[in-house]
């Protein structure tokens, strides 16, 4: 399941994509706009600079901005820093140990194959194509 932060996380960049030449746009702002508590913005917000698709400028004048094009960002990205890999499965991990049963598991496939369909679909489309509504 995707959770609130990371749907959140999308209707941020997005407010950002969808305001291009207001540079850096406070955080209240966004809350605002998007119907988000400050408190809970603030934390998505930090986990966007840290990650570095965001850049933040504190003081007047201060705020948040995207640190290259919408359609330079994919979706996978962006749902992945705030919730983590998207598999399905914890022995389809890049770093899991070795399932003793992978040879055998008669589900192993249809995990692999939901992976491939998940990471597929949410690293096909941009930031530009959810603002646009094109996917």
Not at 30 to 40: A, G, L, N, V, W
Not at 49 to 75: D, S
Not at 93 to 107: F, G, H, Q, V, Y
């Amino acid at each position: 399941m995707i959770s609130t932060k990371a749907r959140y996380a999308l209707r941020v960049m997005a407010d950002l994509a969808e305001h291009p030449d207001d540079g850096y746009i406070p955080l209240k702002t966004i809350s605002t706009r998007q119907e988000i508590s400050e408190k809970y913005l603030e934390i998505i917000l930090k986990t966007l600079v840290r990650g570095k698709l965001l850049k933040g400028l504190r003081g007047k004048g201060g705020g948040y901005m995207l640190t290259r094009l919408p359609e330079e960002y994919v979706i996978g990205e962006i749902i992945e820093l705030t919730d983590g890999p998207l598999n399905p499965v914890v022995c389809l991990l890049p770093d899991s140990e070795a399932c003793p049963r992978k040879d055998t598991c008669i589900t192993l496939p249809l995990w692999k194959k939901y992976d491939i369909l998940t990471h597929d679909f949410f690293y096909s489309i941009t930031l530009q194509d959810l603002i646009n509504g094109s996917f």
